[in-house]
Structures are given as structure tokens and as C-alpha cells.
């Protein structure tokens, strides 16, 4: 069964394996962004409460799903247009939509337009997004562990 580090893990080894042609960042991994505005993706996982899917095999024998999402977002430089990064995303997309590997089932996939990268910012917070234009792919995911 699948914890959450594994799960990560699988999550980050299909997309080095698929995406291509944009660097991928990853949450508090000392990512840069490059010096001229060039397209790139940033992946984060969230998770929501679990349940238990199978009763019965007695305390510490029972089969409890976690569920979540992935959330990639796709940057091209402001300029570049929204169609860029839409464009950009069905790749990101098609990486997860109906995949299964790595003890982590993902649901579906679907880009999402969100427009400019300021819009993503925290009013007050510095941030390098006012020059990117941005898409969105959500994949809703789930794995299993025993417990």
C-alpha cells in the first residue's frame, strides 16, 4: 500500500518522465525562476480527510483511502497569451488524466484558464508571477494504505 512520501514520489517520477520541454517546480525544493521569462509548470499535491473502504480485517488490517489532487500550474511569460499556457497544460494534463502507477490512481484531468500570474499573489507579497500569464490542471487522485 501507498503512503504519502510514495505517493509524491510517484507523482514526481511520471512527470519527469512526460513533461517535456519546461522545467517542473516543485514546493520548497530551492526552485529559480529563469532570469527571462520562459514557460515552466509548478506541481503541488493536496490531500483531503480519508476514509476507510474496507471494514473487517481487524485493527491494523483494514484498507483506508486517501484522497486528493494534483494542481500543476503552467506559466508563460505575460505577452505570450492564455492560449500559450492552455496549450501548454493538455500535455501536463494527459501525463496524469487516467493514469495509474506507483500505488496512486488519478481520476481525471482538467486545464483550467486562470489568466495573469498577479492574480495569484497575496496582496502585499513580492512576487516574480506579475510576469506570467497562467493555466491550471487539476487531477483528482487517490491511494490506498492498510491500517
Known amino acids: 500500500m501507498t503512503d504519502i512520501a510514495t505517493a509524491w514520489a510517484a507523482i514526481q517520477a511520471r512527470a519527469a518522465s ?9 514546493p520548497d525544493e530551492g526552485n529559480e525562476l529563469p532570469v527571462e521569462p520562459a514557460p515552466f509548470v509548478f506541481i503541488e499535491m493536496t490531500t483531503d480527510r480519508g476514509a476507510f473502504i474496507e471494514i473487517g ?19 508563460v511569460p505575460i505577452g505570450e497569451g492564455l492560449a500559450r499556457a492552455l496549450a501548454l497544460a493538455e500535455p501536463v494534463a494527459a501525463a496524469f488524466r487516467s493514469y495509474q502507477g506507483g500505488g496512486v490512481t488519478f481520476d481525471g484531468a482538467t486545464v483550467q484558464p486562470l489568466g495573469e500570474g498577479a492574480s495569484l499573489v497575496p496582496p502585499g507579497l513580492t512576487s516574480a508571477a506579475g510576469n506570467y500569464s497562467a493555466a491550471m490542471v487539476v487531477c483528482p487522485l487517490h491511494f490506498d494504505q492498510i491500517g
Open 57 to 75: 480485517g481487524g485493527r491494523g488490517s483494514n484498507t483506508f483511502r486517501n484522497r486528493g489532487e494534483l494542481l500543476a500550474y503552467v506559466f
Open 18 to 26: 512526460q513533461i517535456t520541454g519546461m522545467p517542473i517546480l516543485w
